[in-house]
């Protein structure tokens, strides 16, 4: 799989020199002229072809100037600085660093992502929010590997404890090592830190935008030094087809979308509403085309894991090899009524359909309520003639001796399970915290205290950092005893 | 050397079959019948220091004698296992050993194994209070039931926590544990599919949960004469949160006075972490209808609104709580002579 004629890249950031008036033009062309100035030949055109260019982080330094040398990324703090505090709305900014192993504990997150930047001038990564939302997952992106930018905030400017409901900020932490850390994301990534402080008495929604476009900007600003040096490694992205023998394979990304604070972005826009589910080509997660603005840490898919997206990453892995991995259809749950969930299911079921799928692989964003949409949609799957495995988290209590699950089709009989979310484990204390001072979590086990997060504590998976998600992606399940 | 009692019926302490049903309780010393198969697979790894026997009739029907008699032994013996059976598809057998093992278990903290036929109730029953062994339907399959519920017994007795059901070959229990699999979600999924596209053997990880089905009760004879209440798990409480009613995943229910002809603006706030909650806070009574059901009283179409609203939070609750709150509840309406509810969810 290799990319014939390929013109060679124009560094953005000489483009941005050069050019500073007709960046906008660029990004503003509609996405069939993107395609006609595109080299690749038609049929290439359609199916999306990525380059993914990894430089390999192994340490970060915070520095007078960006760079990346031997694998250490620099930091210009100062640039950061600027970019981050020329939105008003943020009155502080400040870097930290943290390690895998060590003995920190990020609290007050509210996203993660990884910084990349596409070096060709036809589109950008996190399209709709960096330029207009022209198409991505082509081309070639450049990553900086083992690294991810964590946005935190001193104080969480989300309306907690006062009885908002969904749109309340959860306390989800990051342990970088310990037992916790085999539970939540980012965890095993070089974390660079933005620890910012809002101007307070911001709107939700002011505080929200602020925060999003900062974690954005930064990583965008941060990927700039791929932009002049050689990759240390290359991965072509192309789903379709390979060989007629294989089966297919297509995977369902069921996202989390309830309105502003518990939000997911399509290329920038909200997937609540009458949002339809739609097919997306994986290579277009790599690149930005979903951003998480959910702030149900525990039970978000944040940036991050969504750029770096496992089940994708799993079934590229064998495409071509074990099966055809034909593309990724974008749901979302919650839906108001049973109607609207056996609708989206069914839309799910035909455009998997439409992509000649034998088989499906799901994931959830959600719980309680979006389980429903997500039975909805196996049991269309399954109904279509298509094997439909879902991945679960499972309720079940601490004794994990109560029902695992709310709603369950009787079509779903090949289920992952994820790990039961409420078991507890005891998490020890640690050294250095990042991000705040005390952290409150809403749920039962310690309703609405606030506390130190040095010190050590029993914990269930609503207390980490996409927790739901990471007992499945670290390999955690249920097993009957 | 662990210390074993073994629990086995009339029949099985070879005194006799239905005839002797009703005998008391009674013990040996050292292993009889199916235990001398169990001592020789335990070799001197450990040894049965005693055997309880018991008539199928006299240990259910007198089920408390029984179990305190059968407690006194395995008091003064203090035993780190207890075998019972193998009862095979004996119900009576089969209840008995299971009983036996629960109460030892909660009183001393004794785990224990029992051998149950496919049919046996003691499953049921029985099988979250001890580790059941699957056996054959009738005692001709003997000689296949002693390995495993020996190895099982052995592992116990050293003070082992036995691995999974379907690991250790003992009937699953009901309890869902989390284990590291080495092999992330997605991987694991990505084979099952590939299995079953291909017609291979799959095995999913969560077998189907059936749920229960309620019933509805006889429609209202008279609605006009019948009192109505609010219950609600749209988490409306007072304003304060008095009793600290949680958000997310809570465990418990209230009742709250009304009084008035609506839920007051601003008296009220939301404990739900499951919907956007804005309007209900600024109009309660579109969660709780009190306002509609005070119209429907005054216009004599039901007899009486209730003058209260049973409040709890859905948002990521576990359905065995919510089972034990809807019990409470009913049993709370109950007593205040509420004939319906009217149920308003998110």
Known sequence: MTTPGRRPPTPLRLLRAAHPDKLHAWHGSCSHLTYLEHPLNKEEMIVMNLTMASYHVIRVEEAGKAGLEKGVLY??????????????????????????????????????????????????????????????????????????????????????????GVQEFNEGVIDMSGPGQSRCACSDTINICLCMTFRENLSTLDFDEAARMALIKVSDRIAEVTLDRQPDEETVYKTGVIDPDLPNVAYINQVQSQGHICRTFLYAMPMEGFFTPTILDPTELFDGAVVSGNYRNHLRTCTWLQQNNPYVLELFRRHGKECNFVGQVVSRGHYDDLGTKI???????????????????????????????????VKALENSGIVAVPVVHEFGGPGGDEEPLFDFAEEAVSVVSGGGIDRRIELPPMKRVIGGDSIRFTNSTSYNKSFDPHQPYTAIAHFFFCGFRSLQNHGWRCEEY | MIKVIHYMNQFGAGFGSEDKADMALGSFDGPKGAGIAFQGFFGDRAVIVKTIYAGDNYANEFKEDFLNEAMEIIRAVKPDVLLAGPAFNSGRYGLACGSLLKRAKEEFGVPGVAGFGPDNPG??????????????????????????????????????????????????????????????????????????????????????????????????????????????????????????????????????????DELTPGAFEVRHGGYLTQDVTKCPDRMVPYDALRTLEKQGIIGKAHPEMLSASGSMANLSTMQRLGREMGIYLKQKAVDAVLLTAT
């Open chain 1, 75 to 164: 930091l210009n703090t100062k640039d950061l600085q600027g970019l981050v505090l020329s939105d008003d709305r943020i009155t502080d900014m400040h870097l930290e660093i943290a390690y895998p192993g060590e003995e920190t504990r990020i609290v007050h997150i509210l996203d993660a992502m990884e910084p990349r930047i596409k070096p060709e001038q036809q589109a950008r990564c996190f399209p709709g929010f960096l330029g207009l939302p022209t198409t991505v997952g082509a081309g070639r992106t450049n990553r900086l590997a083992g690294t991810a930018v964590i946005a935190t905030a001193a104080t969480v400017l989300l309306p907690s404890g006062q009885g908002t």
């Open chain 1, 343 to 377: 609708r989206s299911g069914n839309f799910v079921a035909k455009l998997a359909a439409h992509l000649k799928a034998h088989a499906a692989v799901l994931s959830l964003e959600g719980t309680g309520n979006s389980n429903v949409d997500y039975m909805a949609t």
């Open chain 2, 123 to 260: 499953i049921a029953e029985y099988k979250k209070d001890c580790y059941g062994i699957l056996t054959g339907a009738a005692a001709n399959s003997m000689r296949q039931a002693i390995a495993p519920m020996a190895g099982l017994a052995l592992k116990l007795g050293g003070g082992e926590t036995p691995g999974p059901a379907r690991q250790e070959g003992y009937i699953p229990r009901g309890i869902r544990l989390n284990v590291y699999t080495g092999k992330s979600s997605a991987v694991r999924a990505t084979e099952m599919a590939l299995a079953r596209v291909a017609g291979q053997k799959w095995e999913t990880e969560l077998p189907r949960v059936v749920y229960d089905k309620v019933a509805p009760p006889a429609p209202l004879a008279d609605l006009s004469k019948a009192t109505i209440a609010l219950v609600s798990e749209g988490g409306v409480v007072p304003l304060g949160n008095p009793d600290h009613m949680e958000t997310n995943n809570s465990t418990k229910w209230r009742p709250y006075a009304l009084s008035g």
